[in-house]
């Protein structure tokens, strides 16, 4: 019953996002049978779409544009340089912005059947130096930019811009191996892990995303997000599944990408929610957008209606994971009526709530989060990914559902603190601030408190002409979550420090002042 229900899924979806039109007929065959040929891995994906569709324009970034029959002989010139000193199994580093060159180099790895190892561009030297040692790099492949930075590192590397055009190459055939992509966590601190992405075996994962995302057959996708992120990456995937086009830029500067959006008329903008606030800083534009998706960190409260004010009903947000891919997606409907939700499950994703004794919490009650699909890590490359509950992997956040089923995040783990032989969670805390009109962002922290054993100390950010007072703050806090609640200090900051994703770097907030009753 199981696999009948899946069938029929898969066909309803595919069906209401028009990826089952007619087509000609050796090209359909075509279509299909380059999934079982290659996989649903980024080579299979592009094939399968460059066969069906070879002339439709698959990437364009602020130097050219290709057509995906081009993209896919661009990969396998790339794949035949570096066959000649990468074998199937073997990692290479793959550090770039967001260009066509990154996605040419990615597929090349990958048809090789090597695993690309996909590298934040904010990565030290020494940084890169452990993670080359501790993943056991073969190669790197770099943007120009970061030549001085990767050499320092001292491993073998070869910079992007020498795959000059090739000519004529045998067509490539499928590895040994299928390549698998490495994704480097995107925490605060320390040298961050690799996780092994898992490829899937069918196009369900693709189905349980566009389910609760509309994207359709053509979508022109502006994929803000970095695309050595998971987010980003996955954006990438779902262009290729989508015969669709993605609009590329190395570096996101509001005004300019709401400049290309409208002058390649895309329907979609795959972001992080730190890039909508500085959308909403610049003026608005007229845009096709129907579909603003947004993923990577936490969305402020006070974004999703500002922002739906301005453009419209159209914002998406998916709340996962390196490790579990999503958890849960919320739709415009959703954060019109709960701003600071996280949304459903889609189809096929299971999530639980449960407590220190492994135990259900019932519906309002705060308890650790697990995630199960289809798209869950094979482990990080240096071990499994830990936790489990019932087959379900443990995201390490803290979260609720209420009684509508709908998912919230109250903060990591490790956040939650104890405030006078209490249990007290940053996220409802922050939640509560960001509904005053006058915040902008904010961010809540604990620390240690010789009165009370732990405290919150709240970092604001105002909205421009906006003011606030620590009084007001913490009298709001204390009307609505009670004493425990209530922030010890309230700082104001001109804007939190956030790394490339979003995520606040907690290490560099100021420290707050003492404390000391």
């Not at 669709?244 to 929610?273: H, K, M, Q, W, Y």
């Amino acid at each position: 019953m199981g696999r009948v229900t899946d069938t029929a899924f898969l066909v309803a979806t595919l069906g209401r996002r028009r990826l089952l039109t007619p087509g000609l007929p050796h090209r359909v065959f075509r279509q299909l049978y380059t999934f079982h040929e290659w996989g649903y891995g980024l080579p299979g994906e592009l094939r399968s779409a460059a066969s069906r569709s070879p002339g439709r324009t698959a990437l364009i970034d602020d130097e050219r544009a290709v057509t995906y029959g081009e993209l896919v002989r661009r990969s396998e010139q790339q794949a035949a340089v570096l066959g000649a000193d990468v074998s199937p199994g073997d990692r290479v580093g793959l550090l770039a912005r967001n260009h066509v060159g990154f996605v040419e180099a990615a597929v090349a790895i990958a048809t090789v059947g090597a695993d690309a190892v996909l590298m934040n561009t904010g990565l030290s030297g020494p940084q890169i130096a452990t993670l080359a040692q501790k993943l056991d790099l073969k190669l790197l492949l770099h943007d120009a930019e970061f030549a001085e930075v990767v050499a320092a590192a001292g491993i073998p590397r070869l910079d992007l811009a020498t795959f000059a055009d090739l000519g004529q190459v045998p067509p490539a055939r499928p590895a040994e191996r299928v390549g698998r992509t490495v994704i480097l966590t995107s925490g605060t601190t320390g040298v961050p892990r690799g996780v092994n992405r898992h490829v899937p075996d069918g196009m369900g994962p693709f189905a349980s995303m566009i389910s609760r995302i509309p994207l359709a057959n053509g979508e022109r996708m502006f994929i803000a997000a970095p695309l050595f992120h998971a987010w980003g990456y996955a954006a990438l995937q779902l262009a290729f599944g989508l015969r669709g086009t993605a609009v590329l830029s190395p570096r996101f500067e509001p005004g300019a990408v709401l400049d290309a959006i409208v002058a390649n008329e895309c329907t979609a903008l795959v972001a992080v929610p730190v890039m909508l606030q500085r959308i909403l800083d610049v003026p608005t534009r007229a845009t096709k957008l129907r579909i603003v998706a947004v993923s990577g960190s936490a969305l402020p409260t006070g974004l999703p209606n500002a922002f739906m004010n301005q453009y419209g009903d159209v914002l998406y947000n998916l709340y996962g994971s390196t490790e579990v891919s999503w958890s849960s997606i919320a739709t415009p409907e959703d954060l019109r009526a709960n701003p600071g939700t996280a949304g459903r499950p889609p189809y096929g994703t299971v999530v639980a709530i449960v407590d220190a004794d492994n135990e259900p919490v019932p519906a309002g009650g705060t308890g650790r989060i697990f995630v199960g699909n289809e798209m869950v890590s094979d482990g990080y490359t240096h071990g499994s990914l830990g936790e489990t509950y019932r087959g379900l992997v443990n995201t390490g956040d803290l979260g609720h559902f209420d009684r509508d089923g709908l998912l919230y995040v109250d903060g990591r783990q490790d956040d939650m603190i104890i405030s006078g032989g209490e249990n007290v969670y940053p996220g409802p805390v922050e939640r509560c601030i960001a509904a005053l009109p006058a915040v902008r962002d904010v961010v809540v922290v604990g620390v240690k408190d010789t009165e009370l054993g732990e405290r919150l100390v709240a970092y604001i950010v105002c909205l421009p002409g906006e003011t606030l007072d620590e009084s007001s703050v913490r009298d709001h806090v204390r009307a609505v979550l009670g004493r425990l609640a209530v922030p010890k200090a309230v700082i104001f900051l001109p804007d939190l420090p956030r790394n490339v994703t979003g995520k606040v770097l907690t290490r560099d907030l100021p420290p707050p002042p003492d404390l000391t009753p």
